[in-house]
């Protein structure tokens, strides 16, 4: 009995020891030397992994930052856009590099094809997926680059930043929102863009992405761009673009003055977090609070109402 | 009769419902205004060759097909082409049409238009391909494939058998149904062009059993015609799919991602056989087709012979009009149709039937979750698990879908029917399909 004891105890003993050595040879042989700043970058990233820097998480962030370090001595090209210019500094700083400030984005929702302004015509009641009903329909108020208001943009946003609105039907995107494009990617229509937060998170976008002519596109939805290039020629900063009878504001060149949205026929353009403008004839809304709110959410229906033809 | 013909895998038996059987085909009057779009076949849209304004004659060739998959596009009736512009089609996207206002029905001279029935022929195999190719001939069954691709056995291939498709296993449709047993003769005339072209001496046309009349009707007259045979099949759906017909009729199995011609055989629709023999032996372009128009609620479901761009709603106005209860109008049948956005849509090459369900069953069941019953499984004529796909889809993990073969799927919607739970299982596996098939692409290019 003793001796199996024995035997097997001595056996085993000497087999680690052996296997040990060896492993420790072959580790040594075999070791993946990395660089330790990788670490210290991951440490200061947000950890949300959420893909927005267009890297598969943070830790290939910080592998591809090192990497541009080593390589380019710059960080150009690379942004977090979670993190900001906060964290980028901080990533530049471990890496001995300077970065320039980047304009902080946000998640637009550029569709107001609410329950009210493209009413349904037909009921949809398949699976609340806008990429299967995207293949399937043209939408239920017959806009066929409409928001389908079935929140795919919703289940992809890991950081609650966007909501469905019951009473639009529309998602609405808060200020938790760090512009890290899942929704963008999500939406199988392209109605979400990113766009610069704008100073005061003062913004001005056309709210439609209908590439048809005037009359189809007003059929299906009264807020429709018509194309009627309006905007375009009260614009003083060229910002305007008119392409496939759609008007476009280039963010970087829009100077925020607010002309185009007095111009525009069918109220296809918004402004967000504006003030108020000086009542025209009756007087203003008398709880401003009330339209800040709404403002932040971004109630585009009240916004029109409230503010700009107040 | 226990032992009839049927495929072995999966398949369901939804109630039959072929209101319309009896119902002779009728032809409706022309329209005011026709609207063609131009995408009725798979493969590329045929390129315009109208302009707004000229005058076409029935049967002129108003849209040309440039690329080897398209069809042809010929103008159903005698008018003035009013505009070339998009049209909402049955999913309510706009799509480029053809727009024609409709002043008589006046011919192009070399179309043959009598009745007389035209057996005989003695044309070559190229002949017959390029005739049908001139008439824009596409599958009839619904899948709209160019026939004439269909007719040109690729370089190393060789076609044993041609299998005619008058299974109709869809409930509710009767348009190939009527076709056999009215214009059963021209049919089997044009199977003939079809063997002659493919240089097949053997042709099975399987039938379900629940057309007798169809049967019987085809065996008598199948006797002067040479290797054409009728085989009648077990009722059960999916039947009338390719690959489950090819199982039914000849005991073959088509191996996965591949077409019915690696095992020798070649599919067309009944109403496709006749269009052939109408391209061939009377040069008459594909400008009408046979479409069921049907419904519980429907005072008069019928069978009407329509000429392509004639708006939906004027083939209900004709079968007794939209019942007050609908709710849910479909294109095609209810097993493999899409219900449309709105009913001044036209009728396309590939349009087989108008289907009227009744409010109370248009709505689908509230899903709950899948309880791992298994049922889909048994019922996938394909072999596959639609409730793993279906899953993988909705969590877009197409890379997976891809091993587990969703690009095998028919979308015939037996999982669908058979789940339980109500699950939107087809709904996932379709939308799979096409993002599988796009990483496909992407990954080939």
């Known amino acids: 009995m003793n001796d199996i004891l024995l035997f097997t105890i001595l056996t085993l003993g ?111 009641d398949g699976p609340a997926s806008c990429a299967f009903a995207h293949q399937l329909f043209a939408g239920e108020g017959g806009c066929q680059f409409g928001c389908l208001g079935l929140g795919d943009c919703v289940v992809s946003c890991d950081f609650d930043a966007i909501h469905m609105n019951p009473e639009t039907g529309l998602p609405v995107v808060n200020d938790l929102c760090v512009a890290c494009g899942a929704c963008v990617k999500a939406c199988p229509r392209g109605i979400i863009e990113l766009r610069h937060k704008g100073k005061k ?85 008398a709880d401003p609070e009330r339209v800040d709110s709404l403002h932040v959410a971004g109630n585009k229906e009240n916004d029109i109402q409230s503010d700009s033809k107040a | 009769m226990s032992n009839l013909k049927t495929f072995i895998i999966g398949g369901v038996h939804p109630p039959e419902q072929k209101l319309s059987a009896t119902a002779a085909i009728r032809p409706l009057p022309l329209s005011k205004q026709l609207i063609i779009p131009l995408g009725q076949n798979l493969g590329a849209p045929p390129r315009v060759i109208v302009k707004k304004g000229d005058e076409v004659k029935t049967g002129q060739l108003i849209a040309q097909a440039d690329s080897f998959i398209s069809a042809n596009l010929h103008s159903p009736a005698s008018g003035k082409i009013a505009k070339i512009d998009e049209a909402v089609d ?41 005739r049908i190719k001139a008439a824009g001939l596409v599958g009839l069954g619904g899948a709209t494939f160019p026939t004439h691709v269909k007719m040109m056995v690729p370089d190393g291939k060789k076609a044993t058998h041609l299998i005619i498709n008058g299974v109709e296993c869809e409930p509710y449709l009767t348009s190939d149904h009527r076709l056999m047993l009215e214009r059963g003769e021209e049919m089997l005339v044009g199977i003939q062009l079809m063997m002659q072209a493919l240089e097949v001496d053997k042709a099975i046309i399987g039938i379900e059993n629940n057309k007798p009349d169809a049967i019987s009707h085809l065996q008598l007259h199948c006797k002067s015609f040479q290797g054409i045979s009728v085989q009648p099949l077990k009722v ?52 009408e087709r046979v479409v069921t128009v049907t419904g519980k609620s429907l005072s008069n479901p019928s069978n009407f012979l329509v000429r392509i761009g004639t708006p939906v709603n004027e083939l209900i106005a004709a079968a007794g009009g939209l019942p007050g209860d609908t709710g849910k109008i479909i294109n095609g049948g209810p097993m493999m149709g899409k219900a449309v956005s709105s009913p001044d849509i036209p009728v396309v090459k590939g349009s087989s039937g108008i289907l ?90």
Not at chain 1, 70 to 96: F, W
Request: hydrophobic letters at 35%; aromatic letters at 6%; one cysteine or more.
């Open chain 2, 236 to 287: 059960k759906y999916p039947q009338g799919g390719e690959k489950q017909l090819i199982k039914a009729a000849v005991n073959r199995e088509v191996p996965s991602g591949k077409l019915p011609i690696e095992v020798g055989c070649v599919v067309s629709n009944v109403g496709t056989a006749l269009a052939v023999y109408e391209a061939v032996q009377k040069r008459k372009p594909l400008i």
């Open chain 2, 90 to 130: 049955a999913s309510g996207f706009r799509r480029p049409a053809i727009f024609i206002d409709v002043t008589g029905d006046e011919w192009v001279d070399d179309v043959d238009t009598s009745p007389e029935i035209v057996r005989g022929f003695s044309f070559s195999k190229s002949e017959i391909v390029s």
């Open chain 2, 356 to 445: 009227l369900i009744p409010e109370k069953e248009s709505r689908r069941k509230k899903p709950i979750t899948c309880i791992r019953c298994s049922k889909c499984t048994v019922a996938c004529p394909m072999g596959l698990e639609p409730y793993l796909l279906a899953k993988l889809s909705k969590l877009g993990m197409f890379d997976r879908t891809e091993g587990g073969h969703i690009m095998d799927c028919i979308e015939c919607g037996s999982c669908q029917y058979t789940c339980p739970s109500g699950l939107p299982l087809l709904d996932f596996l379709r939308l799979g399909k096409q993002k599988t098939a796009h990483l496909i692409r992407t990954r080939k290019s």
């Open chain 1, 201 to 285: 998170d003062r913004r001005i976008f056309v709210s439609c992405v209908n590439k048809e002519k005037g009359g189809p596109a007003r059929k299906n939805c009264q807020v429709a761009c018509i194309g009627c290039s309006k905007c375009q020629q009260v614009c003083p900063y060229d910002a305007i673009v008119m392409a496939n009878n759609l008007a476009y504001i280039d963010f970087a060149k829009c100077k925020l003055c607010r002309k185009c949205v007095e111009v525009c026929p069918t109220d296809a353009i918004h402004e967000i977090n504006f003030p108020l403008r000086k009542p025209k004839a009756e007087p203003a809304p």
């Open chain 1, 14 to 124: 000497i087999l680690g020891t052996v296997l040990a050595v060896i492993l420790y040879f072959v580790a040594q042989k075999f070791k993946v030397i990395e660089d330790p700043r990788i670490d210290l970058v991951e440490e200061v990233l947000p950890k949300a992994n959420c893909g927005g820097c267009g890297y598969p998480g943070c830790r290939n962030f910080a592998e591809v930052s090192v990497n541009a370090a080593n390589e380019k001595q710059s960080l150009e090209g690379l942004n977090c856009p979670v993190g900001g210019n906060d964290v980028m500094k901080q990533v530049a700083a471990i890496l001995g590099l300077e970065v320039a400030d980047q304009e902080p984005m946000i998640a637009v929702v550029r569709c107001n094809g609410s329950h009210v302004n493209s009413p349904a015509r037909v009921k949809y």
